[in-house]
């Protein structure tokens, strides 16, 4: 329990230091699902504005919802089910009678769109490895990035992966996973001489079994429309193969689409979806209607072209961010293995908050990774973005502290015009940026302070 608190207290801190860090330099960027998140963030906050809740002023929330989802491209049969199940439970006594009605029904709405979204799906593992994952989708798709993403995600579960290059029919394709494979520290079976793909797999798992590999993934071909020969071909390849995981690799920006398309897919026993490009402008459409539709799990989400970056599906996690409350739970993760890394003091408290907390906690935010990733995972900030300019004044505030004496770290009021100079000199900056930093510091302790009540009465 007290570990649990100070772990919120830390998250609260670091929303706290990243607002007011952030805010000042960001550049308004395009985020996940970020118009439908503005539009149901200005529903409920219509809402909110009221003290009690007619089922008029139920039903014309639900009628913007209903626009918004559309909009996202979600698929009309989700959007129905969907509004049906919240206005049955809206209009119930939950509500009506409630001192928080906004707060009950967007309580509802949340739980809805999680029931919506399905359970997320794992991979399945042979009980006598190697374990064999296929891949399958459209040309451009995702599914070779995707590879090389799982055989990161893989390597650091301490299996050892192996790739297969099945896509024949492209010149550069075998190439292109080569090259994956080294970017990511992963072994490649290819056979340029070979021009059957099933083939290839065959040997290519023959080779892990010898070569005690645990994993296979098999990279396969995509066209750029679907048709009955690529199916003909992916599907013999299936059934030959019997993948423990037969994957349907999906591009998430397409909305409808990818529902259309994994419809396509149904020849083939398909275990679940990886939706890819979810980082940029995905309406939400395809997310929000896969599973339903079709029934499926999906498993990942890609969020973004470096292979890092793939996140298991975790349906609670994502309606968090769709309904703009952030990505709490994945942030306190990311803090929490940061911590582990540090071994450092927990810091307790927002009372005796001395620039050597700020240089801790500068130098956990290094460890979170990218500025923006972290951002848009802080509820209210998901619509931000830092540059990489902003990511060398951190480094650089970083450079400023440590050039500081003990006794300047404790008490920042002793530093007179000299010691300016002396520290702007030791960390290779200017008076003018120890001034920032040290400003930014007060500003932080302030923030720190004040935010800490008020995230916490932010949501239910
Ligand atoms: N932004 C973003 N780009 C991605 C993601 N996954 C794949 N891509 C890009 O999509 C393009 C096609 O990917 P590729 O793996 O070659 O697709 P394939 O034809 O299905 O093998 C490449 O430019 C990738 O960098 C993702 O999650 N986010
Ligand atoms: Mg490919």
Redesign the pocket.
Known sequence: MIELQITIKLFLRESARLDKFGLPFIIHKEAMFESLTARLQSIFNKLRGKARLSPQDIDSALREVRLSLLEADVHYKVVKEFLDRVRQRALGEEVMSSFTPAQQVIKIVRDEMINILGDGGELRYASSPPTTIM?F???????????G?LAILLKKQGKKPLLIAT?VRRPA?IQ?LQK?GKAVGCDVYADAGQKDPLGIAKAGIDFAKRKGYDVVIV?TQ?RLHLDDELLGELEEMEKALNPHNAIL?L??MTGQDAVNIAMGFSKLRIDGYIL?????DARGGAALSISFITQKPIMF?????RYD??EPFHPERLVSRILGMGDVLTLIEKIESAMEETEEELPTSFENFTLNDFLRELRRMHKLGPLEHILSLIPGASNVRVGPQEEKMLKKFEAIVLSMTKEERENPSIIDGSRKRRIAKGSGTTVQEVNLLLKRFEEAKQLAKTLSARRIRRWP
């Open positions: 891949l989708g459209l040309q451009g798709g995702g599914k070779t990035t995707t590879a993403k896509d394709a292109q994956v990279d995509g690799v591009d998430g890819t490009k979810m980082d940029g989400l890609g969020v973004g072209e970056a793939i």
